[in-house]
């Protein structure tokens, strides 16, 4: 990201992962940057603020929730996604504690995704154009 904010930034180890999302967004016309670790997502989100984030919950090195802690000392009002291939309450419960409200469970419906990004993509324009035009 060089300054100007993507739509979607991509967080997960997986390259396979990221190549799908990444791909399945491009399509729809959105700008998407990815990250393979928490360390590099949050350069890019001090760079330039995406208007969401989709967020590996379980990553080696920095974990998916200490990225968003960190995340969310950057900017507390960041949207965030987790995602998680692991049905673990106690770091759900901590997440939605948080300020978390979507989780997507991998395996994953691609429509569904696409579906609940739009929606929060919507919301999160039109709370920024909100923001602009109060403040």
Do not use: W
């Amino acid at each position: 990201m060089t300054g100007e904010a993507c739509d979607i930034l991509i967080v997960d180890d997986q390259p396979g992962v990221r190549r799908l999302l990444f791909e399945a967004f491009i399509d729809q016309g959105l700008r998407v940057e990815t990250a393979s670790s928490g360390a590099e997502a949050i350069r890019k989100t001090i760079a330039a603020t995406p208007l969401l984030i989709l967020l590996d919950i379980k990553m080696p090195g920095m974990s998916g929730l200490e990225t968003l802690e960190e995340l969310q000392r950057i900017n507390p009002e960041i949207q965030v996604v987790m995602m998680t291939a692991y049905g673990e309450l106690d770091i759900l419960v901590e997440t939605r504690s948080r300020g978390v409200q979507h989780y997507i469970n991998k395996p994953f419906d691609l429509d569904e995704v696409r579906y609940l990004v739009k929606g929060l993509l919507m919301v999160e324009k039109d709370r920024r154009k909100r923001a602009r035009e109060t403040g």
